[in-house]
């Protein structure tokens, strides 16, 4: 949200006047200005395209804090090492930089943009406030025509308060101080300018807010939002860029149009077809606005207990990000490490990336959009609940809905996690549980085209999916916990809430929340201290989820390890961690296989085995079509890796696995084995081609050493 506030005097500045970019075909300023490098260099809009004409302010900022004058790297928070600066727990800063509009955006309208300030910042132009805004997270921008000159530098000032005390305000896993409840959970705090900032030339009309919906599959539900000289009655003309389909329309008195725009031969967007289309939206005649909008024809809903993508069932395999690198905090230190992490996801196999608590920059969305990676998108959320903390929380979503809704890659909409800002007391507290069904109803009627999730985790009131966070160090219990809740005689699971505060949570929050017909699904999970035990409890805590067709998906946590938390699949600089031969992309493959064992231990699945020994094998597929499946098993020397073997000790008749059916069971006879080996298992389909593999891994159970202990 922008508010008004009272002009003050500001000093003045040398810095540079910012990187230029003025051709059509560009995306990027140049990496270096002068000698000085310049950072995040690339158009942070690429799914609201208007590179033809911007420029680039990253770079090196007068900074003031605590009366002390420094400088500092823009776009990087002053916590981080990328700023240069490296203060935690300052609460005030002022950054200064020259800014000069170039001689030939004379004749335009010139928009100052931020893609996230913490927490809230009042922006001037030499001496006047040109605008203020309150959210750490939302992007933001002013029209600044009027307070700028072409060809003349001016002084642009941001001042900025980052409380130390966040518990009102909404930081996701920024930590405070005082501290909240979920310290232990939390990392260095992202304060003042962490999103690159940008000055673009506009026309003397201009489309402030383009909506692009391609939930029909047959067109585009456009509506724009034009300010400048005249909003109303602008002439706006919609045209699809590879095959020219066109809408006109003509604004309201609000400045604002809608309409439908068919695409003759429509191509759906998918994770296999990620299609895109581009829109260009041009407002006016005369010194037209244009803006090149992407978009895609995609459906996702629920229907009874599935969710549909396009119509078709869609199994959620998704991983937790919380978006973090080592030396610049919450933001990406160079655009290809956004991109990279897509990739480094999809190989461990996953299908969807759940961003934690943060809105990812748009560059990242649109690399989503691109490549086909599905995206389960949420607010942070504050600490305690009050009235201002709720409405804080809400003030965030219509800035999320306008600048990311358009993303087809976006399929779930989060809003509070865990009860966080909720005192983890829905049930308990009617007026929180009415926070939460709130906050549900207002996202709802900003964007009625995504399921919504009111509160990840658990104690549901109002939510198009029933999700769980379930971590639990026995496989035993796991395995129990899972066919209850799947056969809905359980609903309940317990939950640390402390080192010493462990309490059971529920699925539902009120009982009139229906125990069927929602679709149900695990939304965080996994176990262990090294990384041998959670490649163990990822194996065998997945194929549980797998043993049951009711749930609609999983979501692992978590993709890279943050500061302390050192629960990732990958470490902070995204190397991968040593699994024991544990390959993630086999446990979350299109078909697996469920093997009717609880195991031992970490590294010893079970004891060598003396006889031979029955396993029952069966086998699960998400595939288009029916599977027909010859599961064999190989004894290989302990630790080898899993290629494929030529001869099987032991192969089963062919069985049928349907898709989202779990298939009947197979027996193997496994062979006895005298020491530690690798039981290779693996299922080919009726052509031979391996379709999916597991190991068990045999070996001696090393009992704790207790020789230490006194009676």
Not at 598 to 610: F, K, N, Q
Request: negative net charge; glycine residues 8%.
């Amino acid at each position: 949200m922008t508010l008004s506030s009272t002009d003050t005097s500001a000093s003045d500045s040398t810095r540079a006047s910012g990187t230029l970019v003025g051709t059509a075909t560009t995306d990027a300023a140049p990496d270096a200005v002068d000698g000085a490098v310049v950072p995040r260099p690339e158009y942070p809009r690429p799914d609201r395209d208007r590179s033809a004409r911007w420029l680039n302010l990253n770079g090196t900022w007068d900074f003031d804090g605590d009366q002390a004058a420094s400088t500092i790297t823009v776009p990087f928070a002053w916590e981080t090492v990328a700023s240069g600066v490296e203060r935690t727990w300052l609460e005030r800063a002022t950054y200064r930089r020259a800014v000069t509009v170039p001689e030939e955006w004379a004749g335009s309208r010139v928009v100052l943009s931020f893609g996230a300030v913490h927490h809230h910042a009042v922006v001037r132009l030499d001496d006047s406030v040109v605008g203020e805004h309150v959210g750490g997270y939302e992007s933001f921008e002013f029209d600044v025509t009027d307070y700028l000159l072409p060809g003349i530098a001016s002084q642009l000032t941001v001042e900025v308060h980052a409380p130390a005390d966040k518990r009102a305000i909404p930081h996701g896993k920024q930590r405070s101080i005082p501290r909240d409840d979920y310290d232990g959970v939390a990392f260095t705090p992202t304060s003042g300018i962490w999103q690159t900032v940008w000055l673009e030339a506009r026309g003397r009309s201009y489309a402030r807010e383009v909506g692009l919906r391609g939930d029909s599959l047959t067109g585009f539900d456009v509506s724009v939002v034009v300010s400048g000289d005249e909003p109303a009655g602008a002439s706006v003309r919609a045209r699809v860029v590879e095959s020219g389909e066109t809408l006109d329309l003509t604004t309201d008195a609000g400045g604002a149009a809608s309409g439908r725009l068919d695409v003759t031969t429509p191509r759906l967007w998918s994770p296999t077809d990620p299609h895109l289309y581009r829109v260009e939206i041009t407002v006016g005649d005369e010194q037209p606005d244009v803006v090149v909008v992407t978009g895609g024809l995609r459906s996702i809903e629920t229907r009874g207990e599935e969710l549909l993508l396009n119509g078709r069932r869609l199994y959620v395999k998704g991983v937790l990000d919380q978006g973090y690198w080592t030396d610049s905090g919450l933001t990406a230190p160079d655009a290809e490490s956004l991109r990279r992490d897509i990739v480094l996801a999809r190989d461990l196999g996953y299908n969807l990336v759940r961003k934690h608590l943060k809105f990812e920059e748009p560059l990242w969305l649109h690399e989503a959009d691109r490549t086909g990676m599905l995206v389960w998108a949420e607010p942070p959320c504050p600490s305690r609940f009050s009235d201002e903390s709720a409405r804080a929380f809400e003030a965030q979503l219509p800035a999320m809905v306008e600048r990311d809704g358009n993303h087809p890659s976006i399929v779930i909409w989060g809003l509070y996690n865990e009860e966080w800002g909720l005192d983890w007391d829905i049930p308990g507290s009617a007026s929180r549980a009415a926070a939460a069904v709130h906050a549900y109803d207002a996202l709802r009627a900003l964007d009625d085209t995504r399921p919504i999730v009111e509160n990840s985790g658990w104690a549901h009131v109002r939510s198009d999916l029933v999700d769980w966070h379930y971590y639990e160090p026995d496989l035993a219990e796991w395995r129990r916990v899972m066919a209850a809740l799947a056969d809905g005689s359980r609903e309940t699971f317990p939950v640390r809430l402390g080192p010493d505060f462990v309490v059971d949570k529920s699925l539902y929050g009120s009982a009139d929340f229906p125990r069927r017909g929602v679709p149900l699904l695990n939304s965080e999970y996994g176990e262990g201290f090294t990384s041998l035990e959670r490649a163990w409890h990822l194996r065998w805590e997945t194929q549980e989820m797998r043993r049951h067709d009711r749930f609609a998906g999983y979501v692992y946590t978590e993709f890279a390890d943050v500061e302390h938390e050192a629960a990732g699949l990958l470490t902070t600089d995204r190397r991968p961690k040593d699994g024991g031969g544990c390959v993630p992309s086999d446990v979350n493959a299109e078909t697996v296989l469920v093997l009717d064992l609880v195991p031992l231990a970490a590294g010893a699945d079970i004891e060598p085995p003396a006889e031979p020994f029955a396993l029952a094998v069966q086998v699960s597929t998400h595939g288009a079509e029916p599977l027909v499946a010859t599961v064999s098993a190989a004894w290989l020397p302990a630790g080898a890796p899993l290629d494929p073997v030529r001869r099987p000790d032991v192969l089963s008749e062919p069985v049928e696995a349907r898709p989202f059916e779990l298939s009947a069971a197979v027996e193997l006879m496994v062979p006895a084995r005298s020491g530690p080996g690798r039981l290779l298992i693996w299922a080919t389909d009726a052509e031979g081609s391996l379709v999916a593999r597991s190991y068990l891994d045999a070996a001696e159970v090393e009992q704790p050493n207790r020789r230490g202990a006194r009676s």
